[in-house]
């Protein structure tokens, strides 16, 4: 199975060089998998670099669908729990 990108990749380009078999190709309007270059790092790494590198949460999905970063998992703040926080920030 081959991970994907989806909207919301913001082009920063910090994947495409750690991509050990080059399968992110720079398309627009965002970063694309090539399904048939994809190995998942196996046997290159133990975790997929482009996810472990992205700094965007929710874009990388695996071959199910799931997000590699899902929402909170870079910002340390559950979804459930922005509005509360979104709440006090604006407030300062």
């Known amino acids: 199975m081959a991970l994907q990108i989806?909207?919301?990749c913001v082009n920063c380009w910090a994947c495409l060089p750690l991509?050990?078999?080059?399968?992110i190709q720079d398309a627009?309007?965002?970063?694309?998998i090539d399904a048939e270059h994809c190995s998942e790092c196996a046997g290159d790494f133990a975790d997929p670099q482009c996810a472990s590198i992205c700094?965007?949460?929710g874009v990388i999905?695996?071959?199910l669908?799931?997000?590699?970063n899902p929402p909170g998992?870079?910002?340390?703040?559950?979804?459930?729990?922005?509005?509360?926080?979104?709440?006090a920030i604006q407030a300062r």
């Open 65 to 68: 669908g799931v997000p590699l």
């Open 19 to 23: 991509c050990p078999s080059g399968a």
């Open 6 to 8: 989806i909207e919301g």
């Open 73 to 87: 998992s870079l910002t340390g703040v559950p979804p459930d729990r922005w509005d509360v926080i979104r709440t």
């Open 28 to 32: 627009r309007p965002h970063f694309l």
């Open 61 to 63: 999905l695996d071959g």
């Open 55 to 57: 700094p965007v949460e």
